[in-house]
């Protein structure tokens, strides 16, 4: 089956700093879609991104289907934005969605 | 927005009972899926659901399990039997394009 991989999978920023998550998928896939994991464990889901960059705040993200990664940009970033980070990409069959490990972000004040 | 709802958010549970955790998909979606994540792993995929059966199923998803939508609208997911190592957030997902929306998890804790 499809593998997912992301890096780093741990990161420590100071408040403020700027990061870039990456996620690298080994097959093509119909979809891809970021979510950040809040410390009381809920999936907060973030971008809906197959192909391109899209923006939403100080987030934003781009794939490039072609090449089989995806980008997430995190921008000033802020205590709340601690927690861990996945990708998960549907593959081509459609059945389910394939999860990386995560990217567990800290932000220190 | 609309969005996957689940319940409960938290259960406990003595070892060797069975625990149903429910969730309600958005009510236009076609594909309905639960996944399992135990504490700091990886979200592992349980099963997934199309058209009133199973579509695909995990080596996790053991005769320990089963699926339902009763009514409709809900989607459940039953642990028959439940082990300490059952205890693990679930989650709960649907879409009916690519798009997934999951639900915010139920955290099982079996004791």
């Known amino acids: 089956g499809i593998q997912v991989e992301q890096s780093p999978p741990d990161l420590i920023l100071q408040e403020g700093a700027n990061s870039t998550l990456r996620c690298n998928f080994s097959?093509?896939?119909?979809?891809l879609q970021w979510f950040h994991q809040n410390p009381w464990g809920q999936l907060i889901n973030l971008f809906y991104?197959?192909?391109g960059t899209k923006q939403n705040g100080r987030l934003s993200a781009t794939t490039v289907a072609t090449e089989r990664y995806s980008l997430l940009y995190i921008s000033s970033s802020q205590t709340t934005d601690s927690g861990v980070y996945f990708c998960?990409?549907?593959?081509?069959?459609?059945?389910?969605?394939?999860f990386g490990p995560g990217t567990r972000l800290s932000v220190l004040p | 927005e609309p969005e996957v709802t689940q319940t409960p958010s938290h259960q406990v549970t003595q070892m060797g009972q069975e625990v149903i955790l429910r969730c309600v998909p958005i009510?236009?979606?076609?594909?309905f899926y639960w996944y399992r994540q135990i504490l700091g792993q990886k979200v592992e995929f349980l099963v997934s659901?199309?058209?009133?059966?199973?579509?695909?199923k995990s080596e996790i998803f053991d005769d320990q399990f089963s699926v339902e939508r009763p009514d409709g609208s809900n989607f459940t997911l039953k642990i028959r039997s439940t082990k300490l190592e059952d205890s693990a957030m679930y989650f709960c997902?649907?879409?009916?394009?690519?798009?997934?929306?999951f639900g915010q998890g139920t955290r099982l804790t079996v004791v």
């Open positions: 998960a990409v549907l593959d081509n069959y459609g059945q389910n969605f394939v």
């Open positions: 097959d093509s896939v119909n979809n």
């Open positions: 991104i197959p192909s």
């Open positions: 009510s236009n979606h076609l594909y």
């Open positions: 659901f199309y058209n009133n059966e199973i579509s695909e």
């Open positions: 997902a649907s879409h009916r394009e690519l798009e997934a929306f």
